[in-house]
C-alpha cells in the first residue's frame, strides 16, 4: 500500500513539473534571472533552434550552427505557470531587438522560445500578441518547435553564481537582475 501511495504521489508530483526552453541574448543572464525564481526547479544553459548535432560554444558564436544561446527552464506550475515565466523573461530583455541585446550580437543572441507541442504554441502566439499592446516597438521573437536542447559546456552552467564578480556579471546581468526583482518581488 505504502509503495502505491508513493508511486501515485510521485506521478502527481510529476505532472506538475513543465519545462520551456527561452533564449534572450547571453543564456548567462536568462539562467541567472531564473535561477532564484520561486518555483523553479532547474535552469540549464545551452543550445536550440539550430541544425547541427552537439554543436560547441566555440561553433554557436561564430554563427556556424543556426542555434541560439537558450536556457531550459524547469518549473511547478503550481507555484508558478507558463504566462509568469513569459511575464518575466519579457522583463529580462528587449524582445524587440533582432540578432542581439544590447552589445551582444549575433544570431545566437536572438530572443526565441522553444515550444513542445501545439498547445503550447497557440498560447506563447497570443501572449505575445497580448504583449505588443506593452511595446513600441514590434516584437521579434521567434515562435519554434523544440527539436533538440543541447547542453551547453560544464563552464556555463550556474555561470552567474560562480562568476558574480566578473565584469560582465556585474554590468550586464546584475541590472537584469535587479530590474526583474523590482518587477517582480513576489517570485524571489
Known sequence: MKLLLALIMTI????????????????????????????????????AG?????????????????????????YDKTVIDLKEILDIFYVAHD?????????????????????????????????IDDKQKSFENKIVTEVKRLDKFFVAERYHQNYFELNSSQPYCRFVILPKLKKVKSNFPNFY
Open 95 to 127: 524582445p524587440t531587438q533582432i540578432n542581439r541585446q544590447g552589445n551582444d550580437i549575433g544570431r545566437h543572441y536572438r530572443s526565441i522560445i522553444l515550444y513542445s507541442s501545439k498547445e503550447e504554441e497557440t498560447y506563447i502566439n497570443n501572449f
Open 12 to 47: 502527481n508530483i510529476n505532472s506538475n513539473i513543465e519545462k520551456i526552453v527561452l533564449g534572450g541574448g547571453c543564456f548567462w543572464c536568462i539562467e541567472a534571472v531564473f535561477e532564484k525564481i520561486n518555483g523553479v526547479i532547474k535552469v540549464e544553459s545551452g543550445y
Open 50 to 74: 539550430g541544425n547541427k548535432i552537439n554543436p560547441s560554444y566555440r561553433d554557436v558564436t561564430k554563427g556556424l550552427t543556426n542555434h541560439a544561446e537558450v536556457c531550459k527552464i524547469t
